[in-house]
């Protein structure tokens, strides 16, 4: 009986610290697309993520996947996709890099409410998501030329 109370006790904290981590971060998504916090962010980042292989129609679903999560930032590219604004091999190098490095901030907090080291969970994450995309960026160049 005392396993099942601690289980459910156990539980019950984890939730709280999920909710008290993920609320917050749907507020500041709404709130950010309110103020179009996102747009100024693209041009802000660009200059780095060029030397990555991405284009400038690929920085906003990049983003958007990296601070609010795969499946907003997966709606934004679907979105782009549809519109023609996203060629095949942006939508290749974008769906890369978030499979490896989505929702870093949400992610990370959830892992640091459970004692993890936030600061190597985001430098691991980011440094082989930008490794791996810089690589298969110039392969698909290499490919294409």
Request: charged residues 15%; contains cysteine.
């Amino acid at each position: 009986m005392e396993f099942l109370i601690d289980t459910a006790s156990g539980l019950l904290l984890l939730l709280f610290k999920v909710f008290t981590i993920v609320v917050p971060l749907m507020i500041v998504l709404e709130v950010s697309r309110e103020f179009k916090v996102l747009d100024r962010l693209t041009s802000a980042v660009y200059p780095l993520a060029r030397r990555l292989g991405f284009k400038s129609e690929s920085i906003y679903p990049l983003l958007a996947g990296i601070i609010f999560g795969i499946s907003y930032g997966g709606g934004v590219l679907i979105s782009e996709s549809n519109s023609g604004r996203i060629g095949r091999n942006q939508m290749f190098l974008i769906a890369l890099f978030l499979g490896m490095c989505h929702a870093v901030f949400e992610d990370t907090l959830l892992f640091v409410s459970q004692g993890a080291n936030g600061l190597v969970i985001i430098v691991a994450r980011v440094t082989l998501a930008i490794a791996v995309v810089w690589t298969a960026s110039h392969l698909i160049r290499e490919k294409g030329n």
